[in-house]
């Protein structure tokens, strides 16, 4: 399609409102086609991407005409608020997410394709979810959906929506993995062999309903269980549209007890990440090209903000044996390092001023009771629970475990992270661990680009000495 066609598709009614009515609340990314790589933009400014009503499909197009964009992505989760890029790292902030299971395959192998979002389907049945299920032909493959309204709001009081959908995806995936391997087996040695992901995440995006395809002139219809037997890949041609906008209904808690069944059996989302297994591929692995290779060795590094918060736990628990609060000390100096190196630890010009400016009133105050902590010449503050903090933040286990131990389990097990990181440790004299600045330079500067390095080694060498 020339470019003046896709922004006329773009400009239809039907289009626009269904964009805009499943996007509204998630978090938005438009593709423009490249030869070289492709091209996402997920944000404006500092904000993510939003697309709340019809005129913003138009608007945001427009916004990036430049790139000539042609693909609408939108998160599987739906926030509370989205106005600024901290937004999409607080799980508290999901209000909402559909359980999504990508079944991916060559447009060729439709019927494939269809025979194994049929076995998802009646193992949601079995379970009672039929009215709240649709599927959306994404381009080469679909995706099964449950709508992110089939839960009642009291079993999400009890439970993170993003621990719910990747649960009963991971659930379902697990019933129908034999059924999906036997059907995979015709399509071994295919560039693009079949197979269904559990690809469940803070935040990756799944085609929008009526998006056109990044590279094929074919649009992502929807369409529900009881069309299966009559679908035709011409359902996709833009210029003929078959969708059905029946993708909308749903029914309040339907999806409950299998929800309930797959928390007890997977334990959630980020459960899974603390220790490494999080996306799950069924059927015959693809075969890799050099450009994703290259994704995969970028992608397996350590930003230093983990790195920093691994080895500061590590270095407390040598030296005071205390797991918890060690974990409590590598967050808090992760933070106070990063923070430092943002600001150069000065205060900002404004608030220094208005320091100045404050009238000194000789008033007797009692001097407030703080509570703090010395390792070796640094000093930390504790919370009155005994954790440490920073300001009226405090830093607690459970944080550790989301921001160090589960951004460490996306790339290597936290477990094999967490031994090297001792034993690295312990090959160091006390004095220098107790030495503030003797631990940046010594320990964490001279690892903190190539640690990921240290842990195969370390962990391959263990292997040979058992």
């Known amino acids: 399609m020339e470019y003046n066609e896709v922004l006329d598709y773009y400009s239809r009614e039907l289009v626009k409102k269904e964009i805009s009515d499943y996007c509204k609340g998630r978090w938005v990314a438009l593709e423009a086609p490249s030869e070289e790589k492709r091209t996402f933009f997920r944000y404006i400014g500092k904000k993510p991407l939003k697309v709340e009503e019809e005129r913003d499909v138009e608007a945001v197009l427009k916004r990036f005409r430049f790139f000539k964009p042609r693909t609408f992505y939108a998160t599987a989760n739906v ?66 959906h449950i709508h992110e309204k089939a839960f009642s709001p009291e079993l999400l009081k009890e439970h993170n929506p993003l621990d719910v959908s990747y649960s009963i995806v991971e659930y379902v995936l697990r019933r129908t993995r034999d059924k999906i391997k036997e059907l995979a087996k015709s399509s071994e040695g295919a560039k693009r062999p079949l197979a269904v992901e559990n690809d469940m995440d803070l935040k990756r995006v799944f085609t929008v309903p009526l998006s056109l395809h990044r590279s094929l002139d074919l649009a992502a219809i929807c369409f529900k269980p009881d069309e299966m037997d009559d679908f035709s890949v011409s359902w996709l041609d833009p210029h003929e549209l078959r969708h059905n906008i029946r993708w909308k209904e749903y029914e309040i808690g339907e999806a409950d007890d299998i929800a309930k069944r797959a928390l007890a059996e997977i334990g959630g989302y980020f459960k899974a990440k603390a220790v490494g297994m999080v996306r799950t591929r069924v059927g015959v692995p693809a075969t890799k090209d050099k450009r994703s290779e290259r994704f995969e060795r970028k992608a397996r590094k350590l930003g230093r903000f983990q790195v920093m918060g691994l080895l500061q736990a590590a270095r407390y628990y040598v030296l005071k044996g205390n797991l918890e609060k060690a974990k409590s000390f590598g967050l808090n100096r992760a933070i106070f390092y990063a923070w430092a190196k943002r600001t150069g630890g000065r205060v900002g010009r404004r608030a220094a001023k208005a320091r100045a400016a404050r009238p000194r009133l000789k008033v007797e105050v009692k001097e407030a009771e703080r509570f703090e902590e010395h390792i070796g010449n640094e000093v930390a503050y504790l919370s009155k629970e005994g954790f440490f903090l920073i300001g009226d933040q405090v830093q607690r286990p459970e944080d550790y475990d989301r921001q160090i131990a589960g951004r460490i389990s996306s790339v290597i097990p936290y477990d094999q992270a967490w031994s090297t990181a001792l034993r690295y440790i312990s090959t160091f004299p006390r004095e220098v661990l107790l030495d503030q600045r003797g631990f940046f330079e010594k320990v964490y500067k001279p690892v903190r680009d190539k640690f990921l390095e240290i842990i195969e080694k370390d962990q391959k060498q263990a292997r040979l000495e058992l």
């Open 79 to 144: 926030y509370k608020k989205l106005d600024s890029k901290e937004d999409l790292e607080e799980p508290d902030n999901i209000a909402l997410s559909s359980p999504i299971w990508d079944v991916d395959n060559e447009l060729e192998r439709w019927k494939q394709t269809l025979e194994a979002a049929t076995a998802i389907i009646e193992e949601l049945e079995r379970a009672g979810v039929v009215k709240s299920v649709f599927l959306k032909w994404s381009g080469r493959g679909c995706h099964v």
